[in-house]
């Protein structure tokens, strides 16, 4: 089974929007601050943004007031919203528990260019 499914991801312009979404198996999910990570070519991952399970949030620097995390207990999903999207927003998006744990999943491509 895999544990991590994300989707969502896809072209945009700049200024533009994409909501991503990431299926987690119940044994992660449940007990596990959750987290969405990116990794653009030639960089390291990063952490972008991060909910623990009351739901409090912490984000970068560079997309603080423009991505939003959230997650649903119930569906076992994590959410990320972002908004004003911008060139240097382009990689591969993931998420995992925070810390990081276990496999990755597949992740999701988000391209943001004009």
């Known amino acids: 089974q895999v544990p991590l499914v994300e989707s969502g991801g896809g072209l945009v312009q700049p200024g533009g929007s994409l909501r991503l979404s990431c299926a987690a198996s119940?044994?992660?999910?449940?007990?596990?601050?959750m987290g969405w990570y990116r990794q653009a070519p030639g960089n390291q991952r990063e952490l972008v943004a991060r909910?623990?399970?009351?739901?409090?949030?912490n984000y970068a620097d560079s997309v603080k007031g423009r991505f939003s995390i959230s997650r649903d207990n119930a569906k076992n999903t994590v959410y990320l919203q972002m908004n004003s999207l911008k060139p240097e927003d382009t990689a591969v998006y993931y998420c995992?528990?925070?810390?990081?744990?276990?496999?990755w999943g597949q992740g999701t491509q988000v391209t943001v260019s004009s």
């Open positions: 995992n528990t925070f810390p990081p744990a276990g496999s």
């Open positions: 119940g044994s992660i999910f449940r007990f596990s601050p």
């Open positions: 909910v623990i399970t009351g739901g409090s949030t």
